[in-house]
């Protein structure tokens, strides 16, 4: 049988036809977003308080154009502004740990209120800037924003020096904690409760250190588990005496401590 001979044109027209077709591929994605899936949350998990440690205007450059960031940043006029979307991680958790979950960038809102922490005197004495009542006025309603849209658990509602014991100390012992969770935002311990065990821990004595670790752990924090009462131990107990008993956090067992830890487990 003879073969048929296609000519140029032709050969032409079949090369136009394909290209047409795969051009009918390449125009924009069509997504269809009319359904929802019933099973889904917010991929924040929690919130972390700074204090930015400065003023406002050296706040707002250092986290709008330095290495470090947050979502939100509340000025002492106060006025809040949102530095990051909150679709996005900021750069303010760093190294932390909070029930063994680590890097919490990625999945808490960060909130700097602008203060400037401690300063010592020269006989090396340690003061904490107070924070105003506008200030913490407006960060209770921040919060409540936050924490509806995402439903975040009191107990991940932390500060820095919470999931960064020993290398952070913010947002300071006059920060106050049992304020915000009197509000709804936060995680508070039976008073009365932790009252009562003081007394029956200073009349039996003080657990050893494997108790305190554990109970540290039981609680959210990073602690060693080893039975060693050591520097990242006693970090660990300081900063949940900043957060629960700020009279005085020198990261030291007592009897108090244990009591509150009880009553808050």
Known sequence: MARRRIRPLALAAIAALAALAGCAHRGPLQIDTSLQAASQSSRVRYVVLHYTST????????????????????TDEPRVYRLVDETRSAWQAGDSQWYGHTWLNSSSIGVEIVNAGWSAAPDGT????????AQIQTLILLLRDIVRRHGIEPRNIVGHSDIAPGRKQDPGPLFPWKRLARAGLGR????????????????????????????????????????????????ALRAFQMHYRPARCDGLPDAETAAILQSLN
């Open 55 to 74: 003023g406002r205007d050296r706040s707002l450059a250092l986290l709008s154009r330095g290495t470090v960031s947050s979502h939100y940043l509340i």
């Open 126 to 133: 340690v003061s904490w800037q107070p924070y105003t009542e």
């Open 188 to 235: 508070w311990y039976d008073e009365a409760a932790a009252a009562a065990l003081r007394a029956r821990f200073e009349a039996a004595g003080i657990p050893d250190a494997a108790w305190f670790q554990e109970a540290l752990a039981r609680a959210g924090y990073a602690v060693p588990r080893h039975g060693i009462l050591d520097d990242p131990t006693r970090a």
